[in-house]
């Protein structure tokens, strides 16, 4: 997404830039084996607690239904 925005305009956002290059590749990177989906899932099990947060997706298959949510 982040090449899109780069060629179609040329002064892309610092928050665009930020989210594309830091905060997508966190949130949707599942890791080698999904090690890394659970680490995300208990870290962020026990952060929630105090405060509000988004908890998807957390594995492959939550992967699987947020994309064909977004897609229907």
Do not use: H
């Amino acid at each position: 997404m982040l090449n899109e925005l780069e060629d179609k305009d040329a002064s892309v956002p610092k928050s665009a830039a930020n989210y594309y290059s830091k905060i997508t590749p966190l949130a949707y990177n599942q890791g080698f084996l999904g090690w890394f989906g659970m680490v995300k899932r208990t870290l962020l099990s026990l952060i929630s607690i105090g405060k509000p947060m988004l908890r998807q997706p957390k594995s492959m298959t939550d992967m699987r239904v947020w994309a064909n949510k977004s897609t229907a």
